[in-house]
């Protein structure tokens, strides 16, 4: 199986948790994607959906699925996002795709994080995956130096050789080279240096569920 097909096993097996008459919280990614596509077949079952960033949003409409804006929602029954790294404890680095702050706020208002990945992401460790840390754009290289001070080699994230700004405005440093065996300490010494918005580590609110795509059918761990 390719690593799109076990995306998209996972993607479906992720409709079980859609809750009928209810909100459901929408990561961003290829795996969200092909949730979203999934999603749009049952979109008639569900009160709509909030989104973790513009472009999920987008692709929401496109299929003429609902889209609220957090602020009209106070409570979500489940939120539904792929990750870049995973671990049997189901603590996760996200932001690969910039998202990870608005999917942190739409994750915390959800009762469930059900985690859409296809196996390679299950790690024992987190740290290999670049870590993403969303930064407000004064503060880029004193959170740069603070982040080489955890041990980290930090580098603000370019496409085409322009720096990616988030849906915050905000720019993304990545930290390469780091080895992370407490994420939840980590994830709260970083969240403390001042000019950092986000770090893409999710620890201490990980995921509840993950689905793992797996050549053998879709392996669910429970948290
Ligand atoms: C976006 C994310 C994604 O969930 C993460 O990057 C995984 O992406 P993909 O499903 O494309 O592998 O955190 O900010």
């Known amino acids: 199986m390719t690593q799109d097909e076990l995306k998209q096993a996972v993607a479906r097996a992720a409709i079980e948790y859609v809750v009928e008459g209810e909100i459901v919280g929408v990561g961003t990614g290829s795996t969200a994607n092909f949730f979203i596509d999934e999603l749009a077949k049952i979109k008639g079952s569900i009160k709509g959906a909030v989104a973790s960033s513009e472009a999920t949003a987008e692709r929401l409409r496109s299929h003429g699925i609902t889209v609220l804006d957090l602020n009209q929602v ?32 739409a994750a915390s208002v959800a009762g469930k994080f059900v985690c859409i990945a296809d196996g390679s992401k299950l790690v024992d460790v987190l740290g290999n995956f670049p870590l993403p840390v969303e930064v407000i754009p004064m503060a880029q290289r004193v959170v740069a130096r603070k982040l080489a001070a955890l041990g980290g080699e930090p580098r603000l994230r370019l496409k085409d050789g322009v720096p990616v700004l988030t849906d915050n405005g905000n720019l993304i440093i990545d930290v390469l080279g780091m080895q992370i065996p407490d994420p939840a300490a980590m994830e709260a010494a970083i969240n403390n240096i001042t000019g950092v918005v986000t770090v893409g580590l999710f620890a201490r609110q990980g995921a509840n569920v993950c689905l793992l795509g797996t050549p053998d059918g879709v392996r669910k761990l429970i948290f």
Do not use: N, Q
């Open 74 to 105: 106070d409570s979500m029954p489940v939120y539904i996002d792929g990750a870049d790294e995973i671990t049997p404890f189901g603590a996760m680095i996200k932001g690969g795709g910039a998202a990870l702050t608005r999917e942190k706020i």
